[in-house]
């Protein structure tokens, strides 16, 4: 059962998060869709007084009373010099953010479950130094720090992941509550912008233990016919499906057998060969396929229902496969 | 490059730090209470702060609900039982040390610090109740600055700032609200009237006269040095003998003692007054004493206080207790004399005298009358008695009896002025004479460094008044005993065996020079600054050009006002703010300019080599200067660490510029 207490925080809480949504609304139909590049300048700046700021604010109004009321003169000079202190800080509350360039630098591809981690800088072409600014994804802070004048800052805001595909990156908020946390100046920004999510790979043994069940029940070879070309020391990395377990067992160390590279076969990593029923495990563990095969050097392609990756090998070949992978949109289910 | 870090916990380190600035503005806030409260509420706090503080350096875990909640009990059942009340300004300023002590254990993150500051700033606003000396401003200032600095060491998310920028951030936040307060302190409309009254600290201990005149009142009065009010003079200065400042007006003897009535006592229009004689402006400004009667030079005619009537014993009142120090202008005439049709009525109550007490003095009285010729021969016999007789003038009397009259004529014959006064008055009233005591001050000293005169509780005094021939004269019955104490003081009229201590204190010419200039810059600051209310507000808005300054033309003005002072610091902020220009790209620019000068002009898109290189070519002779200088410069400018250019190079780089004359064309 809930407390009065709670209830009443709920529905505070409810009417803030409403609040929050309808002047979110007006700003974003306000401002409109923002460059990758953007300068806060006054008018997009926007200030409130915090919580603390609306106490001060009490207090001062009670010390105005009590002044007026016992006409001291004193009294009067405290409330004022108070008065002229929020005014001061309101001020310099919004001149900490206004002028701000705020500008998106990247957003590298991450495997879906882990965080996006999208990069900006925001430069300050002021002599102004400024104290305490924060950014965040929404209204929680997620980065804070100080940019000296005449200097650029970087932060990434970290955004969490779940499914492949397109991530959106919702409305960025820059915000300061410097320099007596009494008013808090906030700039919202929104950005078009999208990070790509992998799959995620599929635990490692699980697949390499499927995908041989997968062999050794259909007959078809996954791993194309390379040429052998020797023996080497096992290193941390290596599949397993390579270690020569008869010379390991005969030797007492782990061996690892080697291919030639110019007579490699191309390993193909094909959508119609995993057993898996579903769409989303079989590109993951696709997904975990094509990891391993990168780490081994291999040369591979992949084959997807629509869609086909020639072999090859390196660092902008694995980036193609997995962003094909992230993008794969099954066409009909009557086809697979 | 900087770098917007996630958030995190703050440090041990920074923690101790930010909890160590929130100490010291506390304890600078409760310093003018600390030696006032009771004194567990000083242990209470100091001890809180210190255990808070060792808390937090050593780590300990901060105290459970089960200490604290029975510690704020505890806490404010002692309060209620020090104070008998929690409300009203001593058991208030009681009970926010409390809190702040309270506050101040159960701070964890600094989250709540403005809680602490708002407490701090009402314990502020609490020592003004008591007093508003000079000290006011620094500690205004100082107080509110350790909180700023304080709120802005809290609320970073960051590491802390190292104290000297949390200074100059302080006083940059400081000066710029500085104009601020001064408009509002000005033109903020101010209202004359309390909303509701609340005792306020020390009026009950406030010295001054009473309402009643006891023997003994006003000898105990001069023994106190504090200033009862300033007079400035617009124009002539009374002489010291015509210096009679009135008081309450005495009417009424019950054998013993003599007691003010003047509360129902109708109002004595002036158009009713005949004037005479030369009369003196003032501007005096009276310390509050908690009563309603008003100080005026005699005898008033003109004042300025609104609120404020002229009694038929023609005593200044005010409608309201004088609570606040209070200013107000007044025209006094060396005579007034009173046309009032009910005078015979009026005057009757003054010959009224209690049956019975002091018989010695009634038959005295009778005896003397009759064999005088008139009214004024029997008063001036009296006061040839005060003269010729043994009668001395002394601020330790002996205490008197039931019938105080009769034992100082008869027995004691010492006495000081309300001895006098009272004695004489007694003595008319008994031939059938009207007469009354005035209680006032008589005399004051004036301060030469502003011209002020200043009377003090010491200037105390009583005389008396005596209807003769249809009009209220003025006899002082102490000036036929002791003459000097009209003239000079009482200090020249007490014999050596009174405060022999305090007269050469205070004749030592520098303690003297001391005092007064002391006494000076009290009095512009009571004059100028705490004086400062709705009646200097109106004057200084008639000054600015307004003809009937109202509430609107006030709040008008105090808008604009603020607009304009927050519009220039906007500008200020946007604007205004110039950076440090870079010491190495400065020492360049000078490099740059010597071969302008000699010719070789920079243009806008050429880099420091290339300049160079063309420089060179050009002023062959100056070769090797030109690329050793530009060689420098690029090294210092390009591949030093961040942005910290290292100063012995720099320094060598400066020598090089400096000694670096080009030939020209």
Known sequence: ???????????????????????????????????????????????????????????????????????????????????????????????????????????????????????????????LSRSQIGAGLKEATAVCGDIRAKNRAIFALPLVTS??????????????????????????????????????????????????SAQSLSGLSLIGEDEFSGLREYRSGDSLRNIAWKSAASRGIL???????????????????????????????????????????????????????????GHSHLHHCLRELAMFAPAKPSRS | MDKLLPLHEPSAQDRRIRLLWLLIAVLFVSLPHLLQVNIWITLMLLGVGAWRYALEYRNWSMPSAWIKVPLVFAALAAVGFTYRSITGVEAGTGLLLVMLALKILETKTGRDLIVVSGICWFLMFAAFLREQQLWAIPYILFGISLSVAALIQVHRVSAV?????????????????????????????????????????????????????????????????????????????????????????????????????????????????????????????????????????????????????????????????????????????????????????????????????????????????????????????????????????????????????????????????????????????AANIPARVVTGYLGGELNPMNNDLIVRQSDAHAWTEVWIDGNWLRVDPTAAVAPQRIELGLDEALSASDFDFRRNMRNTQLFRQAILSLDAVNAAWNRWVLAFGPEMQQDLLRNAGFDKPDMRDLILLMAISISLLLAALAYYLRFGIRSKKDPLLQTYETFCKKLADSGVIRHRSEGPASFAARASRLRQTDRSHIESITQLYIGLRYESIGSIVPTAELRQLTKLVKAFKPTSD
Not at chain 1, 178 to 193: C, E, K, N, Q, S
Not at chain 2, 341 to 349: F, K, L
């Open chain 1, 163 to 212: 499914k492949r595909g397109w991530i959106t990156c919702p409305r960025i908020e820059l915000s300061t509550t410097y320099p007596l946390g009494l008013f808090r100046a906030w700039a919202p920004v929104h950005m078009d912008l999208q990070a790509l999510v992998y799959p995620r790979p599929t635990n490692r043994l699980q697949t390499i233990l499927s995908a041989s």
């Open chain 2, 161 to 429: 700032l190292p104290a000297r920028q949390v200074i100059i951030k302080t006083a940059g936040i400081i000066i710029q609200a500085l104009p601020i307060m001064l408009v509002l302190f000005f033109l903020f409309p101010r209202i004359p009237a309390p909303f509701w009254a609340m005792s306020t600290v020390g009026s009950s201990a406030q010295t001054g006269l009473s309402d009643q005149l006891n023997p003994g009142d006003i000898s105990s009065l001069s023994r106190s040095d504090s200033v009862a009010f300033r007079v400035r003079f617009n124009g002539a200065i009374p002489p010291a003998s015509e210096r009679y400042w009135r008081g309450p007006v005495m009417t009424y003897f019950n054998g013993r003692e003599w007691s003010w009535a003047d509360r129902g006592e109708p109002i004595l229009s002036v158009e009713e007054l005949l004037v005479g004689g030369t009369y003196y402006e003032y501007e005096l400004m009276l310390e509050p004493h908690g009563r309603e009667w008003l100080l005026a030079l005699e005898s008033p005619v003109q004042w300025s206080q609104n609120k404020a009537y002229l009694s038929a014993n023609l005593q200044l009142i005010s409608q309201i207790p004088v609570r606040q120090r209070i200013a107000y202008t007044a025209r006094s005439y060396q005579f007034v004399q009173k046309q009032a049709p009910d005078v015979e009525r009026h005057i009757q109550a003054m010959r009224h005298l209690p049956s019975g007490s002091n018989p010695e003095t009634l038959a005295f009285a009778l005896k003397l009358r009759n064999e005088s010729s008139s009214d004024s021969d029997y008063l001036n016999r009296i006061l040839d008695m005060f003269r010729q007789q043994n009668f001395y003038y002394t601020l330790r009397p002996p205490r008197l009896g039931n019938n105080p009259v009769d034992q100082f004529l008869f027995a004691s014959r010492r006495g000081f002025c309300e001895h006098y006064a009272s004695a004489f008055a007694t003595l008319a009233r």
């Open chain 1, 255 to 313: 061996l690892v057998k080697e291919y030639k590279e110019g007579g490699q076969t191309p390993l193909w990593i094909d959508w119609s060969q995993l057993p898996y029923p579903e769409t989303e495990t079989r590109l993951c563990a696709m997904c975990r396929l094509v990891i391993d095969a990168d780490a081994e050097q291999q040369v591979y392609g992949l084959r997807l229902p629509g869609v086909t990756v020639s072999p090859e090998k």
């Open chain 1, 1 to 127: 059962m809930k407390g009065p207490a709670e209830t009443l925080c709920a529905i505070s809480a409810g009417i803030r998060n409403a609040l929050r949504e309808r002047s979110n609304q007006w700003i974003l139909k306000r401002q409109g869709i923002d460059d990758v590049s953007v300068t806060l300048h006054r008018r997009r700046t926007y200030i409130l007084p915090t919580r603390a700021g609306a106490f001060f604010a009490v207090v001062v109004l009670m010390l105005l009373i009590g002044s007026l009321n016992y006409a001291n003169n004193m009294g009067f000079a405290l409330t004022f010099l108070l008065t002229g202190v929020g005014l001061v800080a309101m001020h310099h509350c919004h001149r900490n953010l206004a002028g701000l360039c705020i500008s998106f630098k990247q957003a590298k591809p991450v495997f879906a479950g882990d965080k996006a981690q999208f990069e900006f800088i925001i430069d300050n072409t002021d002599a």
